[in-house]
């Protein structure tokens, strides 16, 4: 069972359920009324009290149901109270007359004044529960309507009562009442049983049903009331009584029906309908039963009643004449609303942008097609009209066409047919159509409307192609709406976020915030995407079960045919694993592997940051340079286990006494330093060192052995000695060998050697000046082997000085002095200019395959012009810029980001050969492996030199091999000094190489040497 049969049923159940309550008041009521021993008085009382009640209840319960009701319907249910509280108010006089005052009610007297009023009421009140349309020539003819029946009633009662009306004569208030009563009744009771019946279909038909019995009841009980007055026949017990307090059940009835039903607007009768049931017999009708009934008892008629008889015809001749002029008008608008109509139909055929047609059932000849059809098909109009479907070729399928109009005219009408139809130009269009059967002419025609859906058919096909490749792909698709508002995601989304994609459609993406990434990060997403930039980044996501992953985004805006943004897709990558790895090569990039401290390049970081603070602050600051005292002695007596064990004891150690704001690394070896901030004075300085020698006195636990082991401390000062990082910790350093010479266990502070120091320092920046102009640089060649077929593939230009006292200084030595006083860049150019004449005397001999290698410094690497300059010098030695690789350090690359990206693209559009030397020891961020325009990737030899046996190094060698080969670029690694690792690079699948295994680096003349026989 529906919902909709089961709430009628529910409807039908409460309504017999009153009805039966108003039953067993009626009976209640006769039996007080007929059967029980009540003398007059006791009458009076029993027939008041129910009739008062009964009124006043009825008028209650209509207000109710008016409250219930629109429109029309709540004012016509209002109407309906009023007549019943009018009927109560006249009860209420009726009741002080009898019942309180004892007195027997004259007629007329005050209460039929009520009593009048329900009738009237109930007449305005229906005018409104016709419900016909409100316009004037429709009102006009249902108040002439209404007149017209009054008038006649009153007509056939002044000749049919002509001998009592006439007795009555010098009563003028008596014979007006006892009129009213039928007059004003019957003609309620004709009306509505005339104007009602209309309604009396469908849904209404009960309650309407409801309405005209409470009427009929009250008009019969009323008018024979009204004759038994004039015959003075009433009393109190009379078998009339029931009837009144049926007729207001009846319409307590109908108001509970109404009120149950939803009090819902009957919707109003059309115009045509209007007309039709106010057909012209309605005046005839009246009009003869009017004259009927004058004829009939016109011998009793005399002069005295005749006169005001006519008057009353002549006001019937005028509510004649009035419906007539209703009537005619209202069939003249129709007439026009059905013109207006067909015309509006035709201009709807002319221009609709649907295919429209109409075609003969039987031979499927055209009668009709629009503009649509004709340029959809390519023919004309007079070209298909009176040609059949078959003629013109339309329908490809004749079959399909004879079952499609069996079935319509079996059903009267077909949709969502799917149709192939043939154009002029011989092109098959697929249509979605609707066919019903029409008549014309007394012959059966189909009328046809047509969409073409061939477009929307491909784009769908197209659209199903792109859904199915979205729904496969691997990486994570969501589309939003302008505001961020989720209305798609595919099952890689599913699968990597854990959200369902119910729970995910509606929401936004907010819901996958992990919080690692501020609101300024996602300000500057919306503000690029918003622009209409393609915004890509990698984002910190969380999935539904709250753990993180890592997410190579691409956020894209979608436009409409206006170039408005409507709609974002973004697409994603699961990168959780890579950035592990970058995660993992970072901390042992910056970490000893094996006490897990800072490393020398994490702790150079920090002391530069330290040093800014204190200088800013104007505060000391102190580097402490820690070594063990005859750490080698326990290596070579307890073996390596035993000094791995006893340093990572000691890191723990160091920890636990430093204060939060204290920095330490371990340097290498058994070398440890520590940056202490914030210190106020030598004498603080000095109490830290005591707290870090005292460690010591307690001894290390190593292997179930007791170990103790003592170590020396050099102190280095800021500013006192020394205002840089590199300074500060070479004094330390120098500071700790003194402590070690006096014996070890203690410690020393730098100051009395900064002046030694700064001597040698000038000594050797004065001779580095002459040393360009002397020819005392010189440079040597290191060879690079391809290992898969054994030949030299390059070299690498190293520099040297040959100082005439000092011998071969190394690159170490020198080389940060040059950096510092801006040297760099013409040594720099000397070398370019020295690497390029001997990579051209190379190629003349033959070996025209050769690259050169050149490191390019941060000095050189700012200068500008620098594609420029480069490309000249290789025009003077006539070389191409692809044999020519300029290794960058990453500490040059991190200096100025946007510059160097503009540099590195510039030079990488010219054809040079881009490598990132000791990649791992600095900053090691793959984001600008993908950023920078890199043709080659330099293992560092710090990683190369402990591999395959070291784990940490062998992990990060493995690290950065994968990510070179995944970005495809060229493996070099250098420092490869042993079979082994040869033989583990290979097998990682790095075949470019250089070290001593192959060769050191080499003077010119022993690098041609090397060439001719490569060993």
């Known amino acids: 069972m529906s919902a909709a049969e089961a709430d009628r049923d529910t409807r039908r159940v409460g309504t017999a359920g009153t009805a039966l309550a108003i039953g067993v008041l009626l009976v209640l009521f006769a039996a007080g009324n007929y059967l029980l021993p009540l003398n007059q008085a006791q009458i009076h009382w029993w027939a008041n009290a129910f009739w008062t009640l009964g009124s006043l209840l009825t008028g209650l319960k209509c207000l109710a149901t008016a409250r219930r009701g629109a429109g029309r319907m709540r004012r016509a249910w209002q109407f309906f ?16 007359q009898e019942l309180l005052l004892g007195r027997y009610t004259p007629f007329p007297y005050w209460s039929d004044i009520g009593f009048l009023g329900f009738g009237v009421f109930m007449a305005i009140g229906l005018l409104f529960y016709n419900a016909v349309s409100s316009r004037m020539p429709v009102g006009l003819l249902e108040l002439s309507q209404l007149g017209i029946f009054v008038s006649s009633i009153l007509i056939i009662h002044l000749a049919v009562f002509a001998e009592p009306i006439g007795r009555l004569s010098d009563q003028p208030a008596v014979l ?19 104007v009602l019946w209309a309604r009396m279909e469908g849904r209404v038909r009960r309650n309407m049903g409801y309405v005209i019995a409470a009427i009929a009841t009250h008009a019969t009980v009323n008018t024979l009331y009204a004759y038994s007055l004039l015959d003075a026949a009433y009393a109190a017990g009379h078998v009339l009584d029931i009837f009144w307090l049926l007729g207001f059940g009846l319409l307590y009835l109908a108001a509970d029906d109404f009120g149950k039903s939803g009090g819902e607007e009957i919707p109003p009768l059309s115009l045509r309908r209007s007309v039709a049931r106010q057909d012209r017999m309605v005046p005839v009708l009246a009009l003869a039963l009017t004259f009927l009934a004058l004829l009939l008892s016109y011998p009793e008629l005399d002069a005295m009643n005749f006169q005001p008889l006519l008057i009353v015809v002549l006001i019937l001749l005028v509510f004649v004449a009035l419906r007539e002029w209703a009537s005619n008008a209202l069939v003249l608008r129709h007439i026009q609303e059905v013109e207006t109509s067909e015309a509006n139909l035709r201009r709807f055929f002319a221009i609709s942008p649907a295919m429209v047609s109409i075609t003969r059932a039987v031979d499927g000849t055209f009668y009709d097609v629009n503009e649509a059809f004709c340029a959809a098909c ?23 066409r004879d079952r499609i109009v069996n079935e319509v005219m079996a059903k009267d009408r077909v949709e969502g047919l799917d149709v192939r139809m043939r154009t002029r ?83 936004t993406p907010r819901l996958l915030k992990s919080g690692r990434q501020g609101e300024s990060f996602y300000q500057a997403l919306w503000g690029q995407i918003l622009a209409g930039e393609v915004f890509r980044d990698v984002l910190v996501n969380k999935r539904h079960d709250g753990s993180l992953f890592y997410e190579q985004k691409s956020i894209a805006p979608l436009r409409d045919d206006d170039g408005c943004i409507t709609h974002f897709i973004s697409t994603g990558r699961d990168i959780s694993e890579r950035m592990q790895v970058e995660e993992r090569l970072r901390f042992l990039a910056h970490h000893d592997s094996l006490t897990e401290l800072p490393n020398r390049t994490l702790l150079l970081e920090r002391l530069g940051r330290s040093l800014a603070a204190a200088r800013a602050a104007g505060r000391l600051l102190c580097v402490l340079f820690l070594d063990l005292d005859r750490f080698k002695f326990v290596n070579d007596t307890l073996g390596h286990e035993a000094g791995d064990t006893l340093l990572r ?23 440890f330093v520590i940056v202490a901030e914030n210190i106020d004075s030598v004498g603080e300085a000095r109490q830290l060192v005591e707290r870090l020698l005292a460690v ?21 000062l800021f500013p006192y000695d020394g205002e840089d990082a590199g300074t500060l910790l070479r004094h330390a350093d120098a500071a700790m060998y003194r402590a070690k010479e006096r014996g070890g266990n203690t410690y020393e502070f730098y100051a009395e050697e900064i002046g030694a120091h700064a001597e040698k320092r000038l ?29 030299p593939c390059g070299f690498e230009a190293l520099i040297r000085w040959q100082h005439p006292e000092r011998g071969l200084v190394p690159p170490g030595d020198f080389i940060p002095i040059l950096e510092e006083t801006g040297m760099i860049a013409e040594v720099g150019d000397w070398v370019l200019q020295t690497a390029l004449r001997q990579l051209a005397d190379w190629h003349r001999r033959g070996w025209d395959e050769l690259t050169m290698a050149v490191n390019l410094s941060s000095r050189q690497f700012e200068r500008s012009g620098l594609p420029e300059t480069l490309g000249r010098m290789l025009d003077e030695h006539g070389l191409a810029p692809r044999v020519l690789e300029l290794e960058i350090t990453e500490g040059t690359l991190m200096q100025d980001v946007a510059s160097t990206t503009f540099t590195l693209q510039q030079l990488s559009r010219s054809g040079f050969g881009i490598a990132l030397d000791d990649f791992g020891t600095g900053y090691s961020s793959l984001s600008y492996l993908s950023k920078f325009p890199f043709t080659t990737l330099k293992i560092d030899r710090a990683f190369v030199r402990d591999i395959p046996g070291d784990p940490d190094h062998t992990a990060i060698t493995r690290a950065i091999v994968a990510m070179g080969q995944g970005l495809r670029l060229r493996l070099v690694a250098e420092g490869v000094e042993t079979e082994e690792q040869r033989a583990f690079l290979n097998g990682l699948g790095c075949s470019l190489m250089q ?15 090397w060439l001719a026989d490569p060993v």
Request: hydrophobic share 45%; aromatic share 10%.
């Open 696 to 716: 010591f006195k307690q001894p290390f636990m190593i292997e179930g052995n007791s170990l103790s082991v003592a170590a020396s401390v050099g102190i280095g």
């Open 763 to 791: 000594l050797l920046e004065n001779e580095l000046r002459r040393a360009l102009d002397r020819d005392e640089f010189v440079l040597h060649y290191q060879p690079q082997v391809d290992t898969s077929t054994g030949l």
């Open 176 to 194: 007006a009442a006892g009129l009213a009563y039928p007059v004003i009744y019957m003609a309620l009771f004709v009306y509505a049983l005339a």
């Open 425 to 507: 130009a011989g092109e098959d269009r697929e249509l979605l159509v609707s066919i019903a059967r029409i008549s014309l002419n007394d012959d059966a025609y189909l009328l046809s409307t047509a969409v073409d859906v061939t477009d929307r058919r491909r784009a769908e096909a197209e659209m199903s192609k792109l859904s199915s490749a979205l729904e496969q792909t691997a990486d994570m698709v969501m589309i939003t709406d302008r505001s961020g508002v989720v209305e798609y995601v595919n099952p890689a989304f599913e699968q990597i976020t854990g959200y369902t994609r119910d729970a995910i459609l509606g929401s």
């Open 649 to 671: 004891q000691l890191g723990g150690r160091l920890m636990k006494v430093l204060r939060a704001q204290d920095s330490i690394a371990r340097f290498g070896g058994d070398e």
């Open 995 to 1009: 070290g001593y295994l192959y060769s050191r680096p080499l003077p010119a003349a022993a690098a041609t040497a």
């Open 81 to 96: 109270a009023l007549a019943c509280l009018s009927w109560f108010a006249g009860m209420l006089v009726w009741d002080y």
């Open 378 to 400: 390519g023919y004309t109009r007079e070209e298909v009209i009176g040609k059949s479907v078959a003629e013109l070729g339309l329908w490809p399928d004749v079959d399909l």
